[in-house]
C-alpha cells in the first residue's frame, strides 16, 4: 500500500511538473550546466564501468562458445548483449549513482533549509527553477553517453578477443557488425531517454517530498538510487518487449 502511494505521489509530480513548466522556457543557462554536470562528469566512471564489462563480455562469451566450436561468434555475442541491453543499463546505472543522487541530496537540503518554500514565497515556480534544467540536461546527454558505453564495450571487447583471445579481428568485426542493426541503436537511444525521464523524475521526487534533517537527506538519496535502477531495469524489459516482441 505505501509502494502504492509512493508511485501515486510520483505520478503526480510528474503531473505538476508539466502543468506549471510546459508552458515555460527552460532556463538555457542552468540547463547547459545540468547537462556538463551530468554528462561530462559521469564520463570516467561510465568508460571505467564500459571497458571491463566489454573485457568480461568477451571473456565469458569465448568460454562459452569453446566447447561448441563457435568462438568466432563472440563478436556476435558482445554486439547483441552490449549494444542492445548492457549498454544502456550501464549508462543509467552510473548516471543514477552520480547524478540520480546528487540531485535527490541537493534538493532535500534545501528542502531542510526550507528554501523551496522561500523559492514559493518569491513566486519562483520550483518545478520550473529545479526540475526542468535537470530533466533537459539529462536528456541532452544520456543518448550520447549510451552511444559511448557502446562503442568502449565493443572496442573493449575487440581487445581481449584478438590481443587475449588469439581470435581474427576480421572475424571479429564481421560479425559484430553483421548482428547490429541501427534498430539496435535506435532500441538503446529511446532506452536512453526512458531511463533519463526515470532518473530526474524519481530523483527529484525523492528530493521534494523527502523529511528534514542529515536522516532524511541520506534516505533520499538512498531511496533515488535504489528505486531508479529497479524502474530502469524494469522498463528495459518493457521497451526491448515492445521493439523486439
Known amino acids: 500500500m505505501k509502494a502504492l502511494a509512493w508511485i501515486g505521489g510520483l505520478a503526480w509530480f510528474g503531473v505538476d511538473w508539466a502543468r506549471s513548466s510546459l508552458s515555460c522556457r527552460p532556463p538555457a543557462g542552468k540547463t547547459l550546466e545540468e547537462a556538463?554536470?551530468?554528462?561530462?562528469?559521469?564520463?570516467?566512471?561510465?568508460?571505467?564501468?564500459?571497458?571491463?564489462?566489454?573485457?568480461?563480455?568477451?571473456?565469458?562469451?569465448?568460454?562459452?562458445?569453446?566447447?561448441?566450436?563457435?568462438?568466432?561468434?563472440?563478436?556476435?555475442?558482445v554486439a547483441m548483449a552490449g549494444v542492445r541491453e548492457l549498454a544502456p543499463l550501464i549508462a543509467a546505472?552510473?548516471?543514477?549513482?552520480?547524478?540520480?543522487?546528487?540531485?535527490?541530496?541537493?534538493i532535500a537540503v534545501m528542502r531542510t533549509r526550507e528554501q523551496i518554500d522561500a523559492l514559493e514565497v518569491m513566486a519562483v515556480n520550483p518545478y520550473w527553477f529545479l526540475v526542468t534544467p535537470r530533466l533537459y540536461g539529462i536528456i541532452l546527454v544520456m543518448p550520447a553517453l549510451t552511444l559511448i558505453a557502446v562503442f568502449v564495450t565493443l572496442v573493449s571487447s575487440f581487445l581481449v578477443s584478438v590481443f587475449q583471445l588469439g581470435l581474427n579481428p576480421a572475424t571479429f568485426l564481421e560479425f559484430a557488425r553483421g548482428s547490429t542493426r541501427m534498430r539496435d541503436i535506435f532500441t538503446g537511444e529511446v532506452k536512453a531517454l526512458v531511463f533519463a525521464l526515470i532518473i530526474c523524475f524519481v530523483s527529484c521526487y525523492c528530493g521534494f517530498v523527502s523529511e528534514k534533517g542529515p536522516e532524511g537527506v541520506g534516505k533520499a538519496t538512498n531511496q533515488a538510487v535504489v528505486v531508479s535502477c529497479i524502474l530502469c531495469v524494469t522498463f528495459n524489459y518493457l521497451v526491448s518487449q515492445v521493439l523486439y516482441g
Not at 571505467?48 to 564489462?53: K, N, Q
Open 36 to 77: 556538463y554536470r551530468i554528462g561530462v562528469q559521469s564520463l570516467p566512471v561510465l568508460l571505467t564501468i564500459s571497458f571491463f564489462v566489454g573485457t568480461n563480455l568477451a571473456l565469458q562469451g569465448y568460454n562459452a562458445f569453446v566447447p561448441l566450436g563457435g568462438q568466432r561468434l563472440v563478436g556476435m555475442f
Open 93 to 106: 546505472a552510473m548516471v543514477a549513482a552520480k547524478a540520480g543522487t546528487e540531485m535527490a541530496s541537493q
